[in-house]
Structures are given as structure tokens and as C-alpha cells.
């Protein structure tokens, strides 16, 4: 099982990136997938979540409306969408996906905002 995340970069303020996370061992059409992010000395938040379809998506309030989370379950691939950055956006970027006993994690992006 594999979650490969790549698209992190260090980013000027009000910039965008967008992240990727290629899945791979595991049947990724049946599997919410996720977005998380952790600066040192802080818990792992939870940033973005997206249903098996793509049918349903959830933000977290800090990210709502300047994120967007989607995926292609033709490319086992889920992506986020990153604008208007901010430096307290600053951040490893994590991918997950878990279901019943099954938790998978990436290695995870560092997403650094700084002019």
C-alpha cells in the first residue's frame, strides 16, 4: 500500500498550489479520502475530506471556501486545491484514507507561505 503526495512548495502569500496524493495498493474507489496537515509542537488537523464517489466534500472552517478537495478514481489520484494561502497555512500536508481496520498514510508535502 502506497500514498505518494507531491505539489508541496514554498508559495508567496495569497498564492495557490495544488497538492496530489497517488494511491496504490488498495481499492481506492471504496475509500473516503482525506487531507491533513501538522505544523511542529501541533496535532495532525484535519483539513479536507471527500466521499468514495466525490459526491460529498468537508472543510475544515480555517480552509472553507479557499480549499478544494476532488479526485479521480480513474487515476487512483486525489487532489487539493490550495488559494488565497496564508503563512499560518504553513504546513506538512498529509494524505489518508481508512476504513474499519485499515489506515493508510503518506509520507506527506511541506506547503511553506512566505513572502
Known amino acids: 500500500v502506497q500514498l505518494v503526495e507531491s505539489g508541496g512548495d514554498l508559495v508567496q502569500p495569497g498564492g495557490s498550489l495544488r497538492l496530489s496524493c497517488a494511491a496504490s495498493?488498495?481499492?481506492?474507489?471504496?475509500?473516503?479520502m482525506n487531507w491533513y496537515r501538522q505544523v511542529p509542537g501541533k496535532e495532525r488537523e484535519l483539513v479536507a475530506t471527500?466521499?468514495?464517489?466525490?459526491?460529498?466534500?468537508w472543510y475544515a472552517e480555517s480552509v472553507k471556501g479557499r480549499y478544494t478537495i476532488s479526485r479521480d478514481n480513474a487515476k487512483n489520484t486525489v487532489y487539493l486545491q490550495m488559494n488565497s494561502l496564508k503563512p499560518e497555512d504553513t504546513a506538512v500536508y498529509y494524505c489518508?484514507?481508512?476504513?474499519?481496520?485499515?489506515?493508510?498514510w503518506g509520507q506527506g508535502t511541506q506547503v511553506t507561505v512566505s513572502s
Open positions: 495498493g488498495f481499492t481506492f474507489n471504496n475509500y473516503d
Open positions: 489518508y484514507a481508512g476504513l474499519g481496520s485499515a489506515r493508510y
Open positions: 471527500i466521499t468514495t464517489t466525490g459526491g460529498y466534500a
